[in-house]
Every structure is written in structure tokens, then in C-alpha cells.
């Protein structure tokens, strides 16, 4: 069946849907994007992704084409033509195109707007069972990793290297430290059950389901410690895992050549996990 996408206003069957050859998203990534899980039918943390497309945009100097009611709406409107009752909705926001190839751009050009859903099992996932092998890789990113652009091509080739090489996903390393995953926020739990996580800054994105996980973390009395950790530290740690919107939490059971945990998801990661999807999903709207 084909899904019903929004372009610019327009909910369009997927095989009509497009924007221009000039369009700045297309020509220079010139574009920010958010994705929104879905559980039940319902937004996961949408909240929190509004907040950070309209941080991200305003950063880049780019405006909302509507509000955030009407971003809302557009969201619950897909669910329901698409009958969508787990996944993701992917919203993407380019700065719009002025008709021709040029690097330098108008203010006040018109953005365009897309969003289309995608249907995935969430909680009954194979990989969040039996959680993934990363590899670490040199972060060739930009220096601006905390506005959600869609710049991702080092992500993409880190991403296929990882799975050449036989794993799932990468580490991003720069100086030795552990920047974030592939396109996850990273975590390690230490000897003592602590859980250490990389402070927020330009070097990494504002993970939405980090900063509520981070939350409901501090409500079980889980020690966080938000400092930067070595690749070396992550060898030896007692667990390791991974945040993002639609993996929730995934537990890491080798990086590199290094088993964690005995090769086994963690309890840290799996009680995480469980309180993530309990919480978020009686929040969701
Ligand atoms: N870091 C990177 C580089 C990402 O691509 C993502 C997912 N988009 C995240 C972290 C996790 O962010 P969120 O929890 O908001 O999905």
C-alpha cells in the first residue's frame, strides 16, 4: 500500500510526492530534521523534538512554515492515513529554493516541508534483545554536531563500514574520547552501577530520548555522571548502550574486538530500557 506523504502542505500518495531539483535541501543539505517515535498510534517525546527542529532551524536561521499545533496536527494526521501504530515519523525542514544552484541564499525564502511515516516494530525488536556490536571510528563530522542537519553523509559511510566489518554500528571517537554513536547518544555503566555519558555541548546531539532518560534515570536513583570517557574506558565497562528515538535504549555487547559484559545485555541498559518505554509511552500524546 502506498503511504501518504506531506509535502508543503499537500498529503500526497508517496509516488507523487517531490520537491524541486534546486531545492537547497537536496543541493547542499541545507536542511534540519527530527524523528518522532510512534507507539500505540501516539507521539513519543514530541515535546522535545519541536523544541530542538525549532532550535535547530533558528540556529541555521531558517523559520517554521506553521506552528507547533499545526506540526502536531500534520504528525497525527499521517498516523491516521497511514494507519500507523508503531514507528517513526520522519520530518525534515530544508531552507527552501530559490530556482537555480547558488550558494549564497535570500532571507525570507520559503522552506519546504516533508514528513512521511515509517512503520517498525519498536518493542518487540530482536536487537534491542540481544543488543549490537559497534566498531569505533574517527568523527569526521562538522563542529556544529548539536544542530540536526542533514549533513549525515559520515554517518552513512561510518554506518557501512560498521557493517562490512560484520557489526551493527559505529562509535565516533575523536581524541580518543567517545563522541556518540553513529546516530545515538553513548552511554557506559562503570564498576560501581554508575552511568557516564558525554555532557552536552556542540560536539554531540541533544539527544531528546537522552535528556528523558537521563530524567527517569535520576527518579530510579541511577548515578549519572555526564563527563567524557575513553575509548579505553568503554573496553572495560561493566555495560554499555545507546539512546536514540526509535531504538529507545539498545545495549552494546562489543566494541571492537572487546566483549562487554560478558558478550551479554546489561541490567542497567535493560532496566533503562523498560522504564523508557513505561514512562514515554504514558506521555504520549
Ligand atoms: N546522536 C546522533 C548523531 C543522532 O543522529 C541521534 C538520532 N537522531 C541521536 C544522537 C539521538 O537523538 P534522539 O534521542 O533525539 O533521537
Not at 540556529?59 to 502536531?72: F, H, N, R, T, W
Amino acid at each position: 500500500m502506498e503511504r501518504t506523504v506531506y509535502v508543503n502542505g499537500k498529503y500526497l500518495p508517496e509516488s507523487q510526492a517531490s520537491v524541486s531539483v534546486f531545492d537547497r535541501g537536496f543541493l547542499f543539505a541545507d536542511a534540519v530534521y527530527e524523528v518522532t517515535a510512534v507507539l500505540d498510534g501516539k507521539l513519543i517525546d514530541q515535546a522535545g523534538h519541536l523544541a530542538r527542529l525549532k532550535r535547530s532551524a533558528t540556529e541555521l536561521g531558517m523559520v517554521l512554515p506553521c506552528s507547533e499545533q499545526e506540526l502536531i496536527q500534520i504528525h497525527h494526521q499521517l498516523i491516521e492515513k497511514n494507519q500507523l501504530v508503531e514507528g517513526g515519523i520522519y520530518l525534515q525542514l530544508t531552507r527552501g529554493n530559490e530556482g537555480d544552484r547558488d550558494f549564497s541564499f535570500s532571507d525570507g525564502i520559503k522552506p519546504t516541508l516533508v514528513l512521511f511515516t515509517q512503520a517498525r516494530n519498536l518493542i518487540e525488536n530482536d536487537t534491542a534483545q540481544q543488543g549490537i556490536k559497534v566498531i569505533s571510528v574517527e568523527d569526521i563530522r562538522w563542529r556544529r554536531r548539536d544542530i540536526k542537519t542533514t549533513c549525515l553523509l559520515p554517518a552513512c559511510l561510518a554506518k557501512h563500514i560498521a557493517h562490512q566489518a560484520g557489526a551493527d554500528d559505529v562509535w565516533m571517537l575523536e581524541n580518543g574520547v567517545v563522541t556518540e554513536g553513529g546516530s545515538s547518544n553513548a552511554y557506559i555503566v562503570d564498576q560501581l552501577g554508575r552511568v557516564i555519558t558525554r555532557p552536552l555541548s556542540q560536539d554531540i546531539l541533544h539527544g531528546i530520548t537522552r535528556a528523558s532518560l537521563l530524567q527517569m534515570a535520576q527518579d530510579l536513583d541511577i548515578t549519572i555522571i555526564e563527563r567524557p570517557f575513553t575509548l579505553q574506558e568503554a573496553y572495560a565497562a561493566q555495560e554499555a548502550f545507546i539512546s536514540s528515538a526509535t531504538a529507545f535504549v539498545w545495549p552494546v555487547i562489543a566494541i571492537d574486538e572487546h566483549r562487554i559484559g560478558g558478550g551479554q545485555p546489561g541490567p542497567v541498559a535493560r532496566k533503562l530500557r523498560e522504564i523508557y518505554i513505561e514512562i514515554a509511552r504514558s506521555r504520549a500524546i
